[in-house]
T-cell receptor, first 114, second 114 residues
Framework: AQSVSQHNHHVILSEAASLELGCNYS??????LFWYVQYPGQHLQLLLK??????LVKGIKGFEAEFIKSKFSFNLRKPSVQWSDTAEYFC????????????FGTGTRLKVLA | EPEVTQTPSHQVTQMGQEVILRCVPI?????FYWYRQILGQKVEFLVS????????KSEIFDDQFSVERPDGSNFTLKIRSTKLEDSAMYFC????????????FGPGTRLTVL
């Protein structure tokens, strides 16, 4: 069965530190990849998505992610975090083989210290 | 910016009672989804709905669950006889298409079954 792993469950950083959140998936076919963010008390918002083409994807709020097919990974990065990035981050994968459901990772809670 | 909305934000019910969770998807979207997140666990797919039919459902979505689009705007999830283990955050999502479209999520309904 397909699965998504986010290895960092809780991350604490100081402002201006660099961020990298890992996401690995298990599926041998073509996938669409997403990162969503959930700020406290708010709904899931799309940060960025990958469907095809350039494996380095830029999203909102200075986030980017790189799809490395050989590693089945889609890691999220930001060079310099801000206090306002404190949130929970979810990686999601959608296979393109007749199902359109998202398979989510467990989420990573990021706390940025001012 | 159009948003998916959900009501109520929090529902408390007694075990065995029926609950209906309501969602208003983005108006020009055609595909609708329900996900749930039990506290501390992954966001899990429940069901997808298109053209007034269920297009896919997970193992979680048993006979106790049903979905409906009673009018042109609402999308509901009904749980016929709630169990303690149904306590979770329920997210509604919608998308304009499937292949190259992301899903937009609502803020969730927290269901507590006592």
């Amino acid at each position: 069965a397909q699965s998504v792993s986010q290895h960092n469950h809780h991350v604490i950083l100081s402002e201006a530190a660099s961020l990298e959140l890992g996401c690995n998936y298990s599926y041998g076919g073509t996938v669409n990849l997403f990162w969503y963010v959930q700020y406290p008390g708010q709904h899931l918002q799309l940060l960025l998505k990958y469907f095809s083409g350039d494996p380095l994807v830029k999203g909102i709020k200075g986030f980017e992610a790189e799809f490395i097919k050989s590693k089945f990974s889609f890691n999220l990065r930001k060079p310099s975090v801000q206090w306002s990035d404190t949130a929970e981050y979810f990686c999601a994968v959608r296979t393109t083989s007749g199902t359109y459901k998202y398979i989510f990772g467990t989420g990573t809670r990021l706390k940025v210290l001012a | 910016e159009p948003e998916v909305t959900q009501t109520p934000s929090h529902q408390v019910t007694q075990m065995g009672q029926e609950v209906i969770l309501r969602c208003v998807p983005i108006s020009n979207h055609l595909y609708f989804y329900w996900y749930r997140q039990i506290l501390g666990q992954k966001v899990e797919f429940l069901v997808s709905f298109y053209n007034n039919e269920i297009s896919e459902k997970s193992e979680i979505f048993d006979d106790q669950f049903s979905v409906e689009r009673p009018d042109g705007s609402n999308f509901t999830l009904k749980i016929r006889s709630t169990k303690l283990e149904d306590s979770a955050m329920y997210f509604c999502a919608s998308s304009a298409g499937q292949t190259y479209n992301e899903q937009f999520f609502g803020p969730g309904t927290r269901l507590t079954v006592l």
